[in-house]
């Protein structure tokens, strides 16, 4: 064999190794019960749709269907906001000169940095007394106002790398900066927007920890906390409905992997962004 | 031009739905039709079902009163629970614990009870003692019970030991450890450790003539509390009691039981959750009374768990009929059987175990078979006992994986402690 | 400047309004409650640097965490990146589907911190699960190791270090960056594989390697769903898995202990700055830019 065909080979037991729990995940959730805790096999020797029927059959009061679009609500509520304020905050500091720019600008990526834990209490007092917890508004409001730092600098990169002629030329055609904005950097800012709006459908939907102490009421429950009931109340070795129900639960994010992968990867790549 | 304009266009239009979606979804359904409650408790697959049965009636006689409810294991019940009314949006109806009621009291998260249209006139004092704080009434028993070996009688059969069940039979210390060490020789540990709940170390003191609370304060020692680890150490290196890692996913529920999980031939806990060890244990199963060295068994008739209404409920009205329906009426009564020990009630509680059938009335029998066993209720636990009861276990777990030795870790229990009730 | 002043704060404001409201003012008040005793019912009652003392001198769950913790960053951390380099540097050839496999690598940076994969860890960890099972097919018998606590925290560092196509990506990156002429003297040079790798490929991606680490190390400080879903909130047995914020999130969210949890969060903010700075000084003995004078 070749040094190529021995490369691609070691690469893809490699690579089976390493998506191991994926494809466990999968398989065992078309097992019936007997099978999921007796052998070691991978494939399911007799495969049954039962764990899916029984938790589609509905969680908690609702069905999956419910909590898939309770999750679809916060994740797309909160790309709108993340594509909306990050570009704008980052134009202003890429392009724009304004008094006070230096400190913002070592500010805002100081609060990259910053652990999550030191504003979350005081931001839930916020919303418990506007009366905001238990609704979606602690999940999605922050990404309008530019909370995730992270994008605005990926952004501020992306535009700073834009030639500069084009917005003299756009002056000179009698565009403010609001023109400019809109006619020069937004259309051509379009990667960066894409990657942004990726990135944070696929954070905000696995972003537990924030729906745990926000969403309290069943029916506002996301997916992810949907299967957190569901392992609540049912025995730990009964593996195929949880597996099934985290498939379910993975779905969304696996089908937009592989629709936007490549974008992915670039957009990690270049942006220095964690998984 | 025109596709960057309609872009524009089109994502203003999905933030304005988005943020419709969300205030629409965000108001929840209180805008004058019917009133909607949250209903939650913690127990198995068994309870929830007799209980959403229960609730249905509820819902076909008040038409106008829409109930949802939630349900889970002990710990994660607690954990979202405490979340939940920390976030000022708890549910109407909860289900509480007697290391919980004082807590959630304090706090003001319970309504008081008096004076409301609730009738309590035929639950035994002794019952609604628990729920009594600073003569106000918080929280209402779901029902009686009391402490109780939950066994596998083919396993003990095997192991060629009895094991007391009738009435008037009993047996002591030496008897069941001997016992369950048996049973441990030929195959699964004869019990689960019961060393992790500070439960049933309230058992051993009274047995001791001593209680686990006095007042406010701790009425034990570190040296009861090593006496008591060092028991179960002993039986735990004979393989009377299960081993650490089995004992560590201990939480009460039958979820997470290691009887249920095949890894021990029995178990102690309350007679509520016979019905739930019934449905889901694969196999046949008894009960039989703990064992003690004197007359006083150590045994006592309490509520498992109790209802209480959150302060903060809109429709508290409303909480209290369901309230009042779960444990004053018949047809509730039929319904839930047995899922939280026998009906408070004691016309309800005549009427069921009369007519019990299946796991219902073995929770019936046993009550009758252990009557003269078993006492009054113990008394109250006071504010800071369900941090108390968290760090029993905790620190037992790290007795169990050898982290620290049962003296050490009882000084810390009991330091702990007082550091939690001052 | 003048004419674009107006402008940039119209640009600005969302920003503003959000670091104003949600960062700025939330940090200076999680900085007062961190001096009070706050159970979210009852108004904060001021009790000094109470919460501060407590921690460092009584509660031997806090140091348990800090342990843990800091034995999960560094187990995990370096585990993560070596990973990420080796597997970078083994795609980092101009071949065939070289894409499809930096994609398919990079998968389970995307799944893992997800609820699923966690509850999946926690079924192939437990006694009589995949792992022991194979383990025990090659002679060692560990019992399960989401069990017990000598072995806990060695699941959740196999969880965090499953994640490492992230890092890898961006490895890769740096690597393609690496002009191949100097890969070419060395050849000349008579320099073996290994070498090249040592002196060239290594000190080339130092900033890149610096940029991961401190990335990675932040990360690691505040992994969170993990823990709690393996030890099902508990962060047991035994506290193995109590990391910090899973301790902070209890002490908070279910002792009603809000002034406590600040103080705690407010550590965390100190440590995770300083370990920061210390990489980054750390850095000067080894990470080399290019173009610079050595």
Known sequence: MTRTGVWHVFVVLVLLVLLYPVIWLVSTSFKPAQEVLSGLALLPKAPTGDNYAQVLAGVGGFSVWHYLGNSLLVSVGAVAGNVISCSLAAYAFARLHFRGRGPMFGFMMGTIMLPQHVVLIPQYVIFQKLGLVDTFWPLVLPKFLATDAFFVFLMVQFIRGLPRELDEAATLDGCGPVGTFRHVVLPLLRPALVTTAIFTFIWTWNDFFSQVIYLNDPSRFTLPLALQIFVDQTTQSAFGPMFAMSVLALVPIGLFFLAFQRLLVEGAATSGLKG | ?422 | MRRTQGAAYLFLSPWIIGATLLTVGPMAASLYLSLTDYDLFDPPKWVGLDNYLVMFTRDDRFWAAVSTTARYVLLSVPLKLVLALAVALLLNRPRRGGGLYRSAFYAPSLLGASVSLALVWRAMFASGGTVDRLLAAVGIDTGGWVDQPQYALFALVALAAWQFGAPMVIFLAGLKQIPRELYEAAAIDGASPVRRLVSVTLPMLSPVILFNLVLETIHAFQAFTGAFVVSGGRGGPSDSTLLYTLYLYQRGFTDFRMGYASAMAWVLLVVVAGVTVLLFRGARGWVFYAGEER
């Open chain 2, 1 to 422: 031009m025109l596709e960057r304009l309609s872009r524009g266009r089109v994502m203003a239009l999905a933030v304005a739905a988005v943020v419709a979606a969300t205030t629409v979804t965000a108001c929840g359904g209180d805008a004058g039709g019917p009133t909607t409650l949250r209903f939650v408790w913690w127990g198995n697959e068994d309870r929830a079902n007799a209980t959403k049965a229960a609730v249905a009636e509820f819902e076909k006689r008040h038409p106008e009163i829409k109930v949802e409810t939630e349900y889970g294991a002990y710990d994660a019940y607690f954990q979202k629970l405490s979340t939940q009314v920390a976030g000022g949006a708890g549910p109407d109806l909860m289900q509480l614990d007697r290391a919980t009621v004082g807590e959630y009291q304090h706090r003001h998260v319970l309504a008081d009870l008096t004076g409301t249209s609730l009738h309590l006139d035929k639950i035994d004092t002794n019952l609604l003692a628990g729920g009594r704080v600073d003569g106000g009434q918080y929280a209402v028993p779901a029902g009686r019970t009391t402490q109780m070996l939950v066994f596998d009688p083919a396993r003990f059969a095997a192991a060629g030991v009895a094991v007391p069940t009738k009435a008037g039979e009993s047996w002591n210390w030496s008897q069941f450890t001997d016992a369950i060490t048996k049973v441990g020789a030929s195959g699964v540990a004869g019990s689960t450790d019961f060393g992790w709940a500070i439960d049933w170390f309230e058992v051993w003191l009274h047995q001791h003539g001593k209680s686990l609370y006095d007042g406010g304060k701790l009425g034990f020692d570190a040296n009861d509390l090593q006496a008591f680890w060092t028991v179960t150490g002993s039986l735990r290196d004979r393989k009377g009691v299960t081993a650490a890692t089995a004992t560590t996913k201990m939480d009460g529920s039958t979820q997470n039981s290691a009887l249920v999980g095949k890894q021990s031939a029995s178990e102690i806990n309350y007679d509520s959750s016979l019905t739930g060890y019934l449905s889901s244990y694969g196999g046949q199963l008894a009960a039989a009374p703990l064992p003690s060295d004197g007359k006083d068994t150590g045994m006592a008739a309490m509520p498992p768990v109790s209802y209480a209404v959150s302060q903060r409920s809109s429709h508290k009205d409303a909480a209290v009929r369901l309230l009042d329906f779960l444990v004053n009426d018949p047809a509730a009564g039929k319904i839930l059987g047995a899922t939280r020990g026998v009906p408070p009630n004691q016309d309800i509680r005549d009427q069921v175990c009369g007519s019990a059938t299946g796991a219902d009335k073995a929770v019936c029998d046993y009550e009758t078979a252990q009557r003269d066993k078993v006492g009054p209720a113990f008394g109250a636990w006071p504010t800071g006992s369900a941090a108390i009861k968290r760090d029993f276990q905790r620190t037992y777990d790290d007795v169990i994986f050898g982290r620290i030795g049962p003296a050490d870790g009882a000084k810390r229990v009991v330091q702990n402690a007082q550091n939690s009730l001052s």
